[in-house]
């Protein structure tokens, strides 16, 4: 077998593993593990999916990982539609997806460009290296999210910060004339996403590199701040059972690739 085919195998037998977790047939999980998160599928990615990268730190993890998350399926922006409905779908309504900033449960059906409709929201703002919706960063399903048309709006291409006033139609957001700051149980999952684009995207494809800093005002600047907060914001807001389940929805339906810092938030730290 050639290096080039071992390269390419090997993310094969990561989704394989994985599959057998999920779908029960792999050995089942000691009983202390919570119910949503079997400890062996953890174990299982470990042994494959994440082989190269572990026991690496700095630019040499960085450098692991985006080769092992680069190696993956790519959607259209229309297939997105389709493929928010099941990553974001509401756990206790399959016919809902839950919006982002405002956390509301709303019809999957319901999406498009009117008024309180959902549409899809860039994490990483598509301006932020000008990427738009080509088929590439700007369909990343990893930092897309179904969100509130007039609340995708307000918070347009801004970078993250603390402060602000507090959104009317989405209580527990904030924002001012330079920043937005999601609620509180999803701080986490912004920041991680943001720095999952950090690591995908580094400049060696037709997209610029995209790498956040401790700024905001950072316009068409393939930059996203502010790296301190998204930090902070990491560690106050661990992985939940919706962000974990998304992550291995993506990865088994639609990309075949995972967000690392979901699977090892210890990684954010050990980068920047
Ligand atoms: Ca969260
Ligand atoms: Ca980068």
């Known amino acids: ?25 792999a050995a089942a999980a000691p009983a202390d593990t919570p119910p949503d ?6 174990a299982a990615l470990d042994d494959t999916y994440y082989q190269d990268a572990l026991g690496k730190t700095g630019t040499e993890l960085k450098a692991a990982l985006h080769t092992i998350i680069s190696d993956q399926t790519k959607l259209s922006y229309s297939q997105v539609w389709d493929a928010l409905k099941a990553t974001d779908e509401d756990p206790a309504n399959s ?13 999957k059906n319901d999406n498009g460009g009117n ?66 700051e999601p609620r509180d149980a999803v701080k986490g999952d912004v920041a991680r996403m943001i720095l999952y684009m950090a690591v995908r ?6 997209f610029a590199d995209l790498e956040p800093n401790d700024q905001v005002n950072n316009g068409s600047a393939p930059k996203m701040g502010k790296l301190s907060v998204l930090k902070q914001w990491s560690q106050e807001d661990p992985p939940d059972a919706f962000e974990k389940r ?27």
């Open 1 to 25: 077998m050639s290096r080039r085919h071992q390269f390419y195998a090997r993310p094969l037998l990561a989704t394989a593993a994985a599959v057998a977790v999920l779908a029960g047939t």
């Open 37 to 42: 998160r079997p400890a062996t599928l953890a």
């Open 95 to 107: 016919s809902n997806v839950i919006l982002l900033y405002t956390g509301r449960s709303q019809s």
């Open 115 to 180: 008024a309180d409709q959902w549409n899809r929201e860039h994490v990483w703002a598509k301006s932020h290296g000008d990427f738009g919706t080509a088929t590439g960063p700007g369909t990343d399903i990893h930092h897309l999210r179904p969100e509130d048309v007039s609340v995708n709006s307000a918070r347009g291409n801004k970078d993250f910060d603390n402060g602000g006033s507090q959104l009317g139609e989405a209580p527990g957001n904030y924002t001012d004339g330079d920043s937005f």
């Open 201 to 206: 995207y580094e400049g060696n494809d037709s």
């Open 246 to 272: 998304r992550n291995d929805v993506i990865f088994e339906q639609f990309q075949h690739n995972r967000n690392p810092f979901i699977d090892h938030p210890e990684w954010v730290g050990a980068i920047w």
